[in-house]
């Protein structure tokens, strides 16, 4: 599994990302003022990366071994996906997820907030 430092690393080269450490220690990343991942690193039954993922991921990444819908997000309908065991999502295919992460949130940021920050411009 990614580590703390790498998970860290990674997030903070997307675009106007910012970095807090909430809820007992989880490093929660977020565009916008928006949540798109978050990281636990604890011994307890919530460790792992959780991340925001299209309607079609969800369905997809839900069901692989190692990976489940997100405790707390998906019960309230959300579209979270949790990468808690092993085999789990490799480091490359959890960056990945990510970096789609970020777009999705960003995405859904008002135009003007997007322009402010710099994002989605293309």
Same mark, same amino acid.
């Given at each position: ?17 910012t ?5 007992r ?14 990281g ?11 991340f925001?993922? %299209?309607? *079609? @991921? ?5 069901? +692989?071994?190692?990976?489940r ?8 309908g ?19 997820y ?8 960003? %995405?859904? *940021? @008002? ?5 402010? +920050?710099?994002l989605?411009?293309?």
């Amino acid at each position: 599994m990614m580590s703390t430092e790498d998970y860290n690393a990674f997030c903070s080269s997307l675009p106007a990302t910012t970095h807090v450490v909430q809820w007992r220690g989880a490093h929660v990343w977020k565009v916008g003022g928006k949540v798109f991942a978050i990281g636990t690193w604890n011994t307890g039954k919530h460790s792992g990366i959780t991340f925001k993922v %299209s309607d *079609l @991921s969800y369905e997809i990444l839900r069901e +692989l071994p190692g990976l489940r819908p997100a405790p707390y997000l998906a019960s309230r309908g959300m579209k979270w996906v949790q990468n808690y065991d092993e085999p789990g999502l490799t480091d490359d295919e959890l960056k990945q997820y990510l970096e789609q992460a970020h777009h999705i949130v960003s %995405s859904g *940021l @008002s135009k003007k907030k997007q322009k402010q +920050l710099g994002l989605n411009q293309d």
